[in-house]
């Protein structure tokens, strides 16, 4: 998505940084001016913090989302998600993580396919949009750990560059 929207901040570099955080991170944009995590406001200062800016491009940066329909649309619907990756195993779930080879079409499809059909319920899936995160991953979250030949077979599918366990 991001490489669908980021040329509207081509002239403006540090909004543009702006702008990819808070598409990273869910973070809604409201009609008042406002940036918030589902319902709880995030102050301008501690985003300008976070990334070294000044809290004026902030507010500059919502302003000129609020200001151009495809981005407001965006924006304004934006929410926050639990992701986990790192909790799963503390609560018996099992939690792998694949880095597809670029551009790899169907991975997500075979891999939920052979977890199917060993009769393993997926309680969650995040699959990181590759122009927001460099190296993207697809992580996924099983109602028990995944057996290990189950992850030999998974990592010999075509498309799949290498699998973590968490």
């Known amino acids: 998505m991001w490489g669908k929207i980021e040329h509207y901040f081509d002239e403006y570099p540090v909004r543009k940084v702006i702008a990819k955080t808070l598409l990273k991170y869910g973070l809604r944009v409201s009609d008042d001016l406002k940036i918030k995590a589902g319902d709880i406001e995030v102050p301008y200062t501690k985003i300008a913090k976070a990334l070294d800016v000044d809290r004026r491009v ?14 407001k649309e965006i924006y304004t619907n934006l929410e926050p998600t639990v992701h986990m990756k790192y909790v799963g195993r503390h609560v018996g779930y099992g939690v792998i993580e694949i880095e597809p080879e670029p551009r790899a079409v169907g991975i997500l499809a075979k891999i939920a396919q052979k977890i199917a059909d060993r009769g393993i319920n997926i309680v969650q899936v995040v699959a990181e949009d590759p122009e927001l995160y460099p190296e993207a991953t697809l992580t996924i979250i099983t109602e028990k750990p995944i057996p290990g030949d189950l992850i030999n077979e998974l990592s010999k599918l075509e498309g799949v560059k290498r699998i973590s366990i968490y």
């Open 58 to 71: 902030v507010k500059e940066t919502v302003g000129m989302i609020l200001k151009i329909p495809e981005l």
